[in-house]
């Protein structure tokens, strides 16, 4: 008889973005698998995050998909509208940070509470996969642990009050979010984690956390998405460096890229002439902005937003591609992009400009996938950069089959089994 899994993510398509990847890709293999998945997932009217409709071909027919509103402030507190500042773009999120702990999500909580608790009287499941972040729905995975006899697991896609990314207006937030984490996760009965670095933190951290009850499961890439890809051509003679996703002001200013494109121009005008640094993605920044107060504006090419697809279509024509995560803050080493994955999968030399200590930057160099190299190291990366281009980079790619989306959605099932056999 099928097994069934029920998953809660709020992130889901037709939204893109990265945060969408993990899920839609996991239904997708589950149900290939002979599993029967329901998804409860957010229905967000108004929001400012990016629609990526050609996701919906992704999942199955068989996949059923409840949408539930919740009472989300919505679009004036979070994301970034068109033209906005990045001042006033930071301004927006500090103020979410500063009302609403965990996060602005909050309010959906028990609408997607009593719409799980529904589903189960409806229809029998399994097992339940919660998705985190938002953080709010390791809350939601708390409760739910308590109030059903299904086993629930919290997935969480990234760290939690170790994410640099994530704003603390006060050391008070600080302390409020610190405390609901541990009672999340010390409550919760089953989880996976994207980053081995999360599961050794919480063993050191958090009173009765069972690391027997937690699996790491990285995040990767889809093979099949990258069947029949046809590289996006680029000007002849040119070198292509690109950077996917969103620039952040305080976490991955690419200030220190830019420095250093200024010294490449510096020590060889005419090679720098043949440069090209492309963003595929949203931005906090103004970026053409600051690449004028290094005099390299014209080697800086802006995508913007693109679906899935058509961004891996763009990536795979580069001769490069760029990690940016500010050294300087030592939260950075707990963070490791879904993209990163991407990149070892398109075998194209990766330009990390990492903490050495990080787990992206393991990653990276257990590869033998590009350079790690620190952001204020600002010589050293124009003569990385120099180099590739004049005598073409060669790395050997090793072991990133370890990384496909397929593998990880059967680590997911053996998981699943596992605790179904636990707890009958």
């Known amino acids: 008889m099928a097994k069934r899994c029920l998953i809660v993510t709020y992130y889901f398509p037709p939204l893109g973005g990265g945060g969408v990847q993990r899920m839609t890709k996991l239904s997708k293999f589950l149900d290939r698998n002979g599993w029967q998945v329901t998804v409860i997932t957010a229905d967000e009217p108004g929001t400012h995050i990016e629609e990526d409709p050609t996701l919906l071909e992704e999942i199955p027919e068989s996949v059923r998909v409840v949408r539930i509103e919740g009472n989300i402030p919505g679009g004036r507190w979070t994301g970034r509208k068109k033209g906005e500042r990045d001042q006033a773009s930071y301004y927006k999120r500090w103020l979410s940070a500063f009302l609403f702990v965990p996060d602005i999500r909050r309010g959906w909580i028990h609408p997607a509470r009593q719409a799980v608790l529904k589903e189960l009287k409806q229809n029998e499941a399994d097992c339940i996969l919660v998705s985190s972040p938002p953080y709010s729905l390791a809350i939601l995975a708390k409760e739910l642990t308590r109030q059903t006899d299904v086993p629930v697991v919290l997935d969480m896609r990234d760290p939690w009050t170790v994410n640099p990314y994530k704003i603390y207006p006060t050391p008070m937030h600080k ?61 002849q003679g040119t070198f292509n460096l690109a950077f996917s996703g969103t620039f952040y002001s305080h976490i991955n200013n690419p200030r220190d890229l830019f420095r250093a494109f200024a010294i490449l121009k510096e020590k060889d005008r005419a090679l720098f002439q043949k440069f090209r640094f492309h963003h595929i993605g949203k931005t906090n920044i103004d970026l053409l902005n600051l690449a004028k107060k290094f005099n390299v504006e014209e080697q800086i090419v802006l995508h ?89 980079s060669s790395f050997s790619y090793t072991g990133i089959e370890q990384f496909d989306r397929q593998r990880q959605a059967q680590s997911f099932m053996d998981f699943f089994e596992e605790i179904i056999q636990r707890d009958k």
């Open 304 to 392: 913007g937003y693109l679906p899935h697809r058509e961004a891996l279509t763009v990536l795979s024509g580069m001769d490069g591609l760029s990690i940016i995560l500010d050294s300087r803050l030592p939260k950075s080493k707990y963070a490791i992009g879904s993209k990163l994955y991407e990149y070892l999968r398109l075998r194209k030399p990766i330009l990390a400009l990492l903490p050495k200590n990080s787990e992206a930057a393991e990653t990276i160099l257990q590869a033998d996938a590009g350079v790690v190299a620190q952001g204020t190291e600002h010589e050293r990366i124009a003569l990385i950069l120099k180099n590739w281009m004049e005598n073409r």
């Open 175 to 235: 302390i409020l979010d610190e405390r609901i984490e541990r009672r999340s996760i010390s409550q919760v009965k089953y989880g996976v984690s994207v980053c081995k670095s999360i599961l050794q933190l919480y063993q050191t951290r958090i009173a009765n956390f069972n690391p027997e009850n937690w699996r790491y499961i990285p995040n990767g890439y889809d093979e099949e998405d990258f069947d029949h890809l046809q590289a996006k051509q680029n000007a």
